[in-house]
Nanobody
Framework: QLPLVESGGGLVKSGESLTLSCAAP????????LGWFRQAPGKERVGVAC????????NYADDVKGRFTISRDKPNRMLFLQMNNLQSEDTAVYYC???????????????????WGKGVQVTVSS
């Protein structure tokens, strides 16, 4: 398992943007598909976006498509989630995840996840 660490969360107003980052200190992320999940208060944890090992394939949940962008840097040491036009329903704890291979069976949801970060809070005020 990778020691994934998220950063970049915070409190923003509706319509604003925020970028989340994720890294695994001391580890390269080349051999992993990566993704983001989120869990809103009182709701189940759900997939947000997933990206393949080399970044060529991305997949998004329907409710974030067109607003969120998942990406990974060229040295393949960091994962990002650019979130634009944030709404109150985006308020959640966001988790970075890693999987041995890229697989998506539900939009935005990486399959086979075996590493999870501890999560970072994103709060959007209306």
């Amino acid at each position: 398992q990778l020691p994934l660490v998220e950063s970049g969360g915070g409190l923003v107003k509706s319509g604003e943007s925020l970028t989340l980052s994720c890294a695994a200190p001391g580890f390269a992320l080349d051999d992993y598909a990566l993704g983001w999940f989120r869990q809103a208060p009182g709701k189940e944890r759900v997939g947000v976006a997933c990206i393949s090992k080399r970044g060529a394939i991305t997949n998004y949940a329907d409710d974030v498509k067109g607003r969120f962008t998942i990406s990974r840097d060229k040295p393949n040491r960091m994962l990002f989630l650019q979130m634009n036009n944030l709404q109150s329903e985006d308020t959640a704890v966001y988790y970075c995840v890693a999987a041995q291979r890229y697989s998506v069976y539900t939009p935005g949801t990486c399959g086979g996840v075996d590493s999870w970060g501890k999560g970072v809070q994103v709060t959007v005020s209306s």
